[in-house]
């Protein structure tokens, strides 16, 4: 189940109802939220960098109460939710706006409304294997992600067989890239990645040596929108520091969203022109369509 934080009761006046009167003078608004975050990161480690600022949050929730009038208490509600969700790492938000005071001719003690939305990230995962049964492995491994909750399967690209760069004498790599929607931060996702790798036999031991399995993240959000992420942590680079030089990833990500996007220097960059630009300076030699294949999820 997903960690919470509440934040009840916080108050605020604002121009918002139907009527032409609470167009102009300003009534007060009772809101509560609840966000869902996952917090192991911030109990282990003790950070305000892992959580959510309660401070930063009471003040998006005050600035949308006071910010443009609406008609709808519904609506006021969806726009501090979707507010809230602009703040990593809260997954998902439930907001109840409260109006006390609110024009009824007749006795009450409260009315109120209440919504859930969840964060709605889109994200980019490279998988590859070249030990065992490297085709069993990465079907079984979509199947897998998908199985993650608060992840969403959206398409996955055509099997790649690539010869392996670095490292020791090995098998050729078996690889595809994944493409889909979730609502859990780049960290938390990661660590489910990491499940599943370990899952599969995953032992990081011989860097750039045989896997059974390899999952990487390589972009979190949409650079088109701006609201990827862009972090440089000991955990976790996003976007993946090496993914604009990497044909195995950028071949198959073309394919299967022709018209994606990698931030690039801070620069979003078509994904097709990466493939081109490694096309003209001869960088895409070892990788070859292995097969089309329908992995389920």
């Not at 726009?79 to 997954?91: G, K, N, S």
């Not at 790798?197 to 032992?203: I, L, M, P, Y």
């Not at 022109?273 to 389920?296: F, K, M, Y």
Request: aromatic share 4%; with cysteine.
């Amino acid at each position: 189940m997903t960690d919470r934080i509440r934040l009840t009761g916080l108050e605020a006046d604002g121009t918002h109802g139907v009527l032409p009167e609470e167009h102009l003078r300003a009534q007060r608004f009772v809101v509560d939220v609840t966000l869902e975050v996952d917090l192991s990161a911030a109990g282990a480690s003790d950070d305000l960098a892992d959580t959510v600022s309660y401070a930063e949050v009471a003040q998006d929730v005050v600035e949308v109460v006071e910010g443009p009038h609406v008609d709808l208490v519904e609506t006021l509600a969806d726009r501090i939710a979707r507010t809230l969700l602009r703040r990593p790492p809260i997954e998902a938000v439930e907001v109840v706006v409260h109006k006390p005071d609110a024009p009824i001719p007749l006795r009450f003690a409260d009315v109120a409304v209440e919504i859930r939305r969840e964060a709605r990230h889109r994200v980019v995962i490279a998988l590859g294997a070249n030990d065992g049964d490297p085709g069993h492995t990465l079907a079984a491994a979509v199947r897998a992600v998908a199985g993650i909750e608060g992840m969403r399967v959206d398409g996955v690209s055509d099997l790649y067989e690539t010869d392996p760069v670095g490292g020791p004498e090995q098998p050729v790599y078996l690889n595809a890239v994944l493409v889909g929607h979730t609502r859990l931060s780049p960290h938390t996702l990661l660590g489910r990645l990491h499940e599943v790798e370990a899952d599969h036999g995953r032992v990081r031991q011989v860097r750039w040596g045989p896997r059974t399995l390899d999952l990487d993240l390589v972009q979190h959000g949409d650079p088109g929108a701006g609201d990827d992420v862009v972090c440089d942590t000991a955990d976790l680079v996003l976007p993946h520091p090496r993914a604009h030089q990497r044909a195995f990833v950028l071949v198959p990500w073309a394919q299967v969203d022709p018209r994606a996007l990698l931030r690039v220097a801070d620069e979003p960059v078509p994904v097709a022109e990466l493939v081109s630009a490694l096309d003209a300076d001869g960088l895409l030699e070892g990788v070859r369509t292995r097969n089309t294949w329908q992995p389920s999820w």
